[in-house]
């Protein structure tokens, strides 16, 4: 008689199979995760040129009519919304649409606060990724958003 002294495997333990899946969760998390900081850094960078796009379209619309737009009352903010007729599409082609739907608000402020003079300065407050607030513009009144700091971009 002959002893086969080679033991043949079937398949994989129970064991084994719990590893390699235990093992595909951490790697799918850490993936997941590095997905979304990507994401948010790519929204961050999106917002930061659109902001800028619409600042260049202030400074043409500013250098064909030497004022800024005067949407709304002066020193009250309004909706960045509200820039669309002064400024689509000759300036620029939209109001892009992450500004609106994050709430960003525009205002407008003329000479000595004489409502007869030209504007001219102008305050977007836009949202920041921490979920925050932040100023941008020409001439920014400090009083426009009290305790909003100025954008670093």
Not at 81 to 102: A, F, M, R, T
């Amino acid at each position: 008689m002959f002893f086969n002294s080679h033991h043949h495997s079937r398949g994989f333990t129970l064991i084994e199979l719990l590893v390699v899946i235990a093992i595909i969760g951490v790697l799918s998390s850490v993936i997941l995760v590095s997905l979304n900081k990507a994401r948010s850094k790519g929204e961050d960078a999106a917002r930061i040129s659109n902001v800028k796009a619409l600042k260049t379209a202030m400074e043409l619309y500013y250098d064909d009519n030497n004022s800024y737009p005067k949407k709304g009352s002066m020193n009250t903010g309004q909706s960045v919304v509200g820039l669309k007729p002064y400024l689509v599409p000759k300036y620029i082609s939209v109001i892009p649409e992450n500004l609106q739907k994050d709430g960003d608000l525009y205002v407008w402020r003329p000479t000595n606060s004489n409502p007869s003079n030209p504007s001219n300065s102008y305050g977007l407050r836009v949202s920041t990724d921490a979920g925050g607030w932040c100023l941008t513009g020409v001439n920014i009144n400090t009083g426009w958003w009290w305790s909003t700091p100025q954008c670093n971009f």
